[in-house]
């Protein structure tokens, strides 16, 4: 079972520090993602800076989500 996540911090160069349930702290890379439409606005760093949790997982104010099992599993062990 894919763990939920508890919190998120942007960091520079397009990148997620999240901290999961289990008590992982992990790095998620969301540059291959800002190619895909959905995350365009996302290069914006105002707007990629507005990372918050939400149910689970990590949500910006643009509506803009990722499943949590993407970013456990695509994240990188700190």
């Not at 540059?31 to 910006?60: A, I, N, Y």
């Not at 803009?64 to 700190?78: G, H, N, R």
Request: hydrophobic share 35%; glycine share 6%; with cysteine.
């Amino acid at each position: 079972m894919i763990p939920c996540v508890e919190s998120v911090r942007p960091q520079p160069d397009y990148k997620l520090r999240l901290k999961f349930a289990n008590g992982e702290v992990r790095v998620f890379d969301m540059k291959p993602l800002l190619t895909k439409t959905v995350f365009h606005e996302l290069r914006d760093t105002s707007l990629f800076q507005s990372v918050h949790t939400w149910r689970g997982t990590v949500q910006w104010s643009g509506g803009q989500d990722i499943c949590p099992d993407i970013l456990y599993e695509d994240s990188v062990a700190l």
